[in-house]
């Protein structure tokens, strides 16, 4: 009897321990089998944070105020008196050209345009001296010859009087004096107009054109010496000392490099993001590590073709120019179309939407559940929440397996 009292106590805790072993297994069973309806996911806060977006292109940098000079006819370079790099003050001779021409042209437009003014005020005076002094004189002559018929008229009609002239010689006489006075208004006429009106107009169409002509040959003779219209620097010099240039040849240019503008090429598509005012940055490879500040002042206002791009071209003012952006030199340039503090967000993948709008799955007590949401602003990877969910609130972003998500779905956290 003393020996079977323990015996089962033995089995009795054998047994504890069988059950016990057995729950341990059915609640690892079962939690593996719970484990196994619950899809693995990966989750995201809705938190507060900062929300910035951005748009890239390529530009090309060009001065504000620009100075290029040009050659006005075929000629010789005389001398140069900068070179490229130089800052110059206003005033400063640049360059000059061999002038031996210009001054010969210039002599003869001017003796052109003397001769047509004096053309026209002899025109206009009655002819030439000569041309006024046989007029003088055959005005002189008629007066003599009119005195005369009326000394002959008067003589007559006293005769008739008297009954020793007849009538036909009277009438004779006044018809002579009749043809003297016309004669002599005809040359009265010639002197103070002695011009047709097509005669006056061709005569001031020759003067004008002289005039044209001397300012043109005056205006290039001062253009062979180049000098600065402002202060600025010299960057580019496209000839040398005796080289022979032809009119319209580019001789060096000049600009104020602390004004500087970007025209920047907006792909069409973007063009409707662009707002006036808008903060940009500049990147010149030229300069690693160094970073210019602007804003857009002009969006595009047309499409044009840029190599095999349909752009919008949008002109850029940089704010902090030091002198170091050179002009025509190819940047790049990124506009902050957005830029948000403080704002709720949330991955932009967890983001969904179909015909009833834009919504998320949150996570609450691990089942999905599906809330309609109204968003702010995006990027590439955030979306402002601005109603529908709280701070803090967990959403679902996908599965790790690749299946579907859905409202009531069980799921936990992949990590």
Do not use: C
């Not at 219209?229 to 010299?234: H, I, Q, R």
């Not at 990147?283 to 970073?291: L, N, Q, T, Y």
């Amino acid at each position: 009897m003393a020996d079977t009292a323990p015996s089962n106590t033995r089995k009795k805790t054998r047994n504890l321990w069988v059950l016990l072993g057995l729950a341990l297994l059915a609640a690892a069973l079962l939690l593996h089998y719970h484990d196994q309806t619950q899809v693995r996911i990966r989750m995201a806060k809705v938190q507060r944070g900062e929300l910035i977006s951005t748009l890239s292109t390529n530009g090309k940098v060009e001065p504000v105020q620009n100075f290029a000079a040009y050659s006005l006819k075929p000629g010789t370079v005389k001398a140069i008196y900068v070179h490229e790099g130089e800052k110059v003050p206003a005033g400063k001779l640049l360059l000059t050209l061999d002038d031996s021409n210009a001054k010969s042209d210039l002599a003869a437009a001017q003796a052109a345009m003397i001769g047509a003014q004096a053309k026209l005020q002899a025109l206009q005076h009655g002819g030439t001296r000569p041309e006024q002094i046989t007029l003088v004189g055959n005005i002189e002559k008629a007066k003599a010859a009119r005195v005369q018929a009326a000394a002959t008229l008067a003589t007559l009609q006293q005769l008739q009087k008297q009954g020793a002239a007849s009538a036909s010689e009277v009438d004779s006489a006044r018809n002579a004096l009749a043809a003297d006075d016309a004669a002599l208004k005809v040359l009265y006429q010639q002197r103070s107009k002695n011009f047709s009106p097509i005669d006056l107009e061709h005569a001031q169409a020759n003067l004008a054109n002289a005039r044209a002509t001397y300012a043109s040959a005056l205006d290039v003779l001062q253009n062979e010496d180049v000098h600065a219209p402002f202060a600025g620097t010299v960057y580019s010099v496209l000839v040398r000392a005796s080289d022979f240039v032809q009119a319209g040849d580019r001789l060096l240019q000049m600009a104020d490099l602390k004004k500087m503008q970007i025209r920047a090429y907006f792909d069409e598509p973007e063009i409707g993001k662009l707002v006036v005012g808008m903060p940009v940055t500049i990147v010149w490879e030229a300069k690693p590590g160094r970073v210019w500040h602007g804003h857009i002042v002009r969006t595009p206002t047309t499409i044009v073709s840029y190599g095999t791009r349909n752009v919008g071209e949008a002109l850029i003012s940089v704010d902090d120019s030091d002198g170091t952006l050179l002009p025509n030199t190819n940047v790049t340039i990124t506009v902050t179309l957005v830029d948000l503090h403080d704002a709720l967000i949330v991955p932009r993948e967890a983001l969904r939407v179909d015909d009833s709008g834009d919504y998320v799955l949150q996570v609450v007590d691990g089942h999905l559940q599906r809330v309609h949401v109204k968003i702010g602003q995006l990027n590439l990877t955030q979306v402002q929440i601005l109603a529908g969910l709280p701070e803090n609130a967990v959403v679902a972003l996908s599965a790790i397996d690749g299946s579907t998500l859905r409202s009531d779905l069980a799921v936990r956290s992949a990590d």
